[in-house]
């Protein structure tokens, strides 16, 4: 499986300001995406990262408040916009896993983000 | 509109005895199914999946069970051990789709010595 690292592991920022998600994978990987984890929810899809074009976000997501690069096969910024308290969650990017390992997806370690 | 349901948020179970996880899905295009282990502040650990030309599949301790007809998955951990205490979630995709996953809402298993 392929190793993800996500920078920074946490943040505590004021509201109104916007933060920066990296997340870097060990290996090319054709397929990028990104999840929230709201406080005692599950895992939320907010949009698959292409390489070389606009992401493609999930309804209630958009580029304005989470805007996405994915500048080559191994990298790939989430951007949090204008944060409000609510924003406060687990950022999580993951990669489809490559042949033979099948689809799976393997997720990177997550960034806490507290908003206040 | 919950496409993926896990019916029970708590789950505990006696060391060495069978976990049960079970999993309902409403979606019928949905045709690649996963089981995901997660401790708190550490992203989701995959463990094991099924194709849903498949009924079963079997990775050491861990064993899914699929039921295309009823829309249910199951997970079984045999025997369990204290270390698998996390939150499981199921989740699942389209192959030939986007291949997103779509996530239950997890259920946290303890397992008690």
């Known amino acids: 499986s392929a190793v993800i690292s996500q920078k920074p592991s946490r943040d505590i920022c004021q509201r109104g300001t916007s933060l920066t998600i990296q997340c870097q994978v060990d290996?090319?990987?054709?397929?990028m995406f990104w999840y929230r984890q709201q406080p005692g929810q599950s895992l939320t899809l907010i949009a698959t990262?292409?390489?070389?074009?606009?992401?493609?976000?999930e309804s209630g997501f958009v580029i304005d408040k989470f805007p996405i690069s994915r500048p080559n096969l191994t990298f790939s910024t989430l951007t949090v916009s204008n944060m409000s308290p609510e924003d406060s969650s687990i950022y999580l990017c993951?990669?489809?896993?490559?042949?033979?390992?099948?689809?799976?997806?393997?997720f990177g370690p997550g960034t806490r983000l507290t908003v206040t | 509109d919950q496409q993926v349901k896990q019916n029970s948020p708590s789950l505990s179970v006696q060391e060495g005895r069978i976990s049960i996880l079970n999993c309902d899905y409403t979606?019928?295009?949905?045709?690649?199914f996963l089981w995901y282990k997660k401790y708190p502040a550490e992203g989701p650990t995959f463990l094991i999946s099924?194709?849903?030309?498949?009924d079963k599949n079997e990775d050491g301790r861990f064993t899914v069970f699929l039921n295309k007809s009823a829309k249910h998955l199951s997970l079984h951990i045999v025997p369990s051990q204290p270390g698998d205490s996390a939150v499981y979630f199921c989740?699942?995709?389209?192959?030939?789709?986007?291949?997103?996953?779509?996530f239950g809402q997890g259920t946290r298993l303890t397992i008690n010595p």
């Open positions: 993951s990669v489809v896993g490559v042949a033979p390992v099948g689809y799976e997806q393997y």
């Open positions: 290996s090319q990987v054709t397929m």
């Open positions: 990262a292409n390489q070389g074009s606009e992401a493609t976000y």
């Open positions: 979606n019928s295009m949905f045709d690649y």
């Open positions: 099924i194709s849903s030309i498949k």
């Open positions: 989740a699942a995709s389209v192959i030939q789709g986007a291949q997103k996953l779509v």
